[in-house]
């Protein structure tokens, strides 16, 4: 009979191997570990859309009546509406449980164990994090100070194992976007490049349209930032047709459940709607970067998106963390390598503002 410490060996080694990805709590447990109610809490901690999701999604999520049925398994009305949304044709498109799914497939298609995948840190945690669980070598080409790409350093590390890299553009959590001339040398490697634009309806500022000149470019979105549907899951990636077809035979056939399926066809109805939040949230981001800017001890990053990361000088980015978390504050501390000493708040409403800039005076 085996015993635990066998079933251990059973483990594949790069799983045993791999760190666990650091998610953010749910708000229940925020509210709990500093004991302040939810009305007087901030939640800056995952860049979600403080406003919640379009109206229509809640309606339509309350009155639907097929949920005891799976949803279409070639997603053909979800990606009809991101057609229509996006300009690029429906065979283009993969939709999937957000772009952490995404992430998930384009390594699984893409990575043989040993295979390398290039990560620009600091970035996204979950690119590293689905290529190590398939067996993938992480090659960490370190953004510079400011955290644009090291392009010669990323043209350097490409060798014959090389299949991949993966940019975001908003980064997260540095919120700096990089140029179509960068993303265009990368293309110019016998490389896969995947583009995670995220938080693109922020910045306004897409290479989306390089997407049909180019069939090792992958462009993913989300609907978890702009669209206020992180808890649902929804996200899709844009590549070319080959590409879609070999995602769409590897994917879990229901990768988006039916109430993800509702709510992206009701937001797509709901856009004008939805980006007076996003405008919302960008005015809010610009506030707070003018008032983290005035205190002598921050040094706020300019940000495309919905977030600003902010280093802190002179005195422990921990404990400020600590001391916002203690006033129902919870935003998110850094402090690994290119991002020592940070954090990182997300836009949210004009009282969270409100109430952030009140604490950080008082700390
Ligand atoms: C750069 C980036 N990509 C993807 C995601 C994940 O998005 P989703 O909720 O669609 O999985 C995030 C979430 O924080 C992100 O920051």
Redesign the pocket.
């Known amino acids: 009979m085996l015993k635990a410490t066998d079933i251990d060996n059973l483990i594949r080694k790069c799983i045993r191997q791999m760190k666990a990805y650091t998610p953010v709590d749910p708000a229940e447990l925020l509210h709990e570990k500093a004991g302040v109610p939810k009305e007087q809490t901030s939640k800056l901690d ?2 979600e859309n403080p406003y919640g999701c379009s109206p229509r999604v809640q309606k339509a999520l309350a009155v639907f009546q097929d949920y005891n049925r799976y949803p279409d398994p070639e997603q053909r009305e979800v990606r009809r509406a991101l057609s229509k949304y996006t300009g690029i044709k429906p065979e283009n498109i993969v939709a ?6 995404l ?1 998930d497939i384009i390594v699984r298609l893409f990575i043989e164990p040993g295979d390398r995948v290039i990560n620009c840190p600091p ?2 945690g ?1 690119y590293p994090f689905s290529a190590s669980i398939a067996g993938g070598e992480i090659v960490k080409v370190p953004r510079k100070a400011d955290f644009s790409l090291d392009i010669e350093g990323i043209r350097k590390a490409v060798d014959d194992r090389t299949r991949l890299i993966f940019v ?1 553009s ?4 540095s919120g700096n976007q990089s140029s179509e001339k960068e993303i265009r040398e990368l293309l110019d490697l016998d490389i896969m490049v995947v583009v ?1 634009e ?2 693109v309806e922020f910045s306004g500022n897409s290479l989306l349209h390089l997407a049909p000149q180019f069939d090792s470019l992958i462009v ?1 979105r ?4 702009w669209a206020g549907i ?1 808890g649902l ?3 899709y990636g844009i590549c070319p047709p080959n590409i879609a077809n070999e995602l769409m035979k590897i994917k879990q056939p229901y990768n988006i459940n039916m109430a993800a399926y509702v709510a992206i066809l009701e937001s797509l109805k709901d856009i004008d709607y939805l980006q007076g939040t996003v405008r919302a949230m960008v005015a809010e981001r610009d506030r707070l970067y003018t008032a983290l800017g005035e205190f002598k001890w921050l040094k706020p990053y300019p940000s495309a998106a919905n977030f600003i990361l902010c280093r802190v000088i002179g005195r422990n980015a921990r404990d400020i963390y600590l001391g916002l978390q203690k006033r129902g504050i919870f935003i998110r501390y850094f402090d690994t390598p290119g991002l020592e000493d940070c954090v990182r708040f997300s836009a949210g409403t004009p009282r969270d503002t409100d109430r952030v800039i009140a604490a950080l005076r008082d700390m």
């Open positions: 995952g860049n999937g449980a957000g772009s952490d799914d992430i970035t996204f979950m975001a908003p980064n997260n959590p995670d995220a938080y993913l989300t609907f978890s930032k992180a899951r929804a996200g």
